[in-house]
């Protein structure tokens, strides 16, 4: 019978291209997203789109049912940091309770391997860097502390119920599909690179610098960006770990050096030839100077090795997407 991967949150943008890339590796799947935030158009390489919520435990009970589901990988959740502050109920209730029905519907079905979307938010304000998996995990939001509460109802599942899983502790997700396919795709958009990339094609006046006081070079933040394709990368690896019976566990997902705000400003302005309109703000609350992740457990375990390392790369690919999304 042919086997499937669940992907929840296959339409969103860390989902979606990791269901491309699995298909690229022959691996069937089935996503399962509520389009809240996922992209309709970002489903093409899927087997099927159940278009449901997973609070709504019938359908989810269904799918397990109706595919043999050799192993799920979740990503579906909020991830908007500042209105995880504001409304935690909504992360606690999508995020955690969300998990907590897959995990149920995986153990009714007897499915017993997952790749779970964690992230550095797990570990709060950095003690060293580069962060290790071993970094005490100390969120400063509540949707960090959704994702440090998941990475934990895992490990009891495992002692429990003999679940197998790896949480990928993601750091800057950053740049698009190679192909220009897919891409990121936010509404409201927050992160980084493509408002920078907004700003240069005058869809915003200007680009926003939230602080410039920092204790690093050039005194703006440091963060450590990796390419969508090789977070994809290490989906796949994860699991092949899993099925070749590999223990359980985080791995941590950067390129191991940091580039500041500046400089992806200077970055996009060098990529797109275009001139970046800048204002320069207060702090944003709660941003760690410096984030910057070690991701040797990943490379030596998993075999995992980024292809899209270096950030004009990461640029070149997030700009030749946002284009032709904004054209
Ligand atoms: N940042 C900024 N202006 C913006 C958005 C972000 O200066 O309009 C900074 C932010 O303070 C952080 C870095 O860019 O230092 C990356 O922010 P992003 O929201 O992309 O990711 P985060 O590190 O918060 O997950």
Redesign the pocket.
């Known amino acids: 019978m042919k086997e499937y991967i669940l992907v929840t949150g296959g339409a969103g943008y860390i989902g979606s291209h990791t269901v491309k890339y699995l298909a690229s590796q022959g691996k069937p799947t089935i996503v399962f997203d509520n389009l809240t935030y996922g992209h309709r158009e970002f489903i093409n390489w899927s087997d099927d789109f159940i278009p449901a919520d997973l609070a709504d435990r019938t359908t989810l009970e269904r799918v397990f049912t109706d595919y043999n589901i050799q192993a799920v990988m979740h990503f579906a959740a909020y991830t908007y940091?500042g209105e995880s502050v504001t409304d935690p109920a909504r992360y606690y209730r999508n995020n955690v309770i969300g998990a907590l029905n897959l995990l149920d519907a995986m153990r009714s079905a007897g499915v017993k391997m997952l790749v779970f979307s964690s992230t550095c938010a797990t570990y709060g304000m950095p003690q060293e860097i580069p962060i290790s998996e071993s970094h005490p995990q100390e969120p400063i939001n509540p949707y960090g502390m959704t994702k440090l509460i998941i990475e934990r109802m895992l490990a009891d599942y495992e002692r429990a119920y003999g679940l197998s899983w790896c949480a990928l502790r993601y750091f800057?997700a950053a740049g698009a599909d190679p192909e220009g396919e897919i891409g990121e795709w936010h509404d409201p958009e927050?992160?980084?690179i493509p408002?920078v990339l907004d700003a240069a094609i005058g869809k915003r006046p200007a680009?926003?610098?939230?602080?410039t006081d920092y204790s690093t070079p050039d005194r703006t933040?440091i963060?450590d960006y990796i390419h969508v394709t090789d977070l994809a990368q290490a989906h796949y690896l994860a699991l092949e770990y899993l099925q070749s019976g590999g223990t359980s566990g985080a791995f941590n997902l950067g390129n191991g050096h940091g580039h500041s705000?500046k400089e992806i400003i200077e970055c996009v302005h060098s990529v797109t030839g275009r001139d970046i309109p800048v204002t320069y703000e207060a702090r944003?609350a709660g941003?760690p100077h410096v984030?910057v992740g070690s991701a040797d457990k990943a490379r030596e375990v998993l075999g995992w090795k980024p292809h899209y390392a270096d950030i004009d790369t990461i640029v070149k690919t997030a700009w030749n997407w946002h284009r032709k999304l904004w054209k």
Request: proline letters at 0%; hydrophobic letters at 45%.
């Open positions: 940091v800057n927050t992160h980084l408002l680009i926003s610098v939230f602080g933040c963060r705000v944003r941003d984030l």
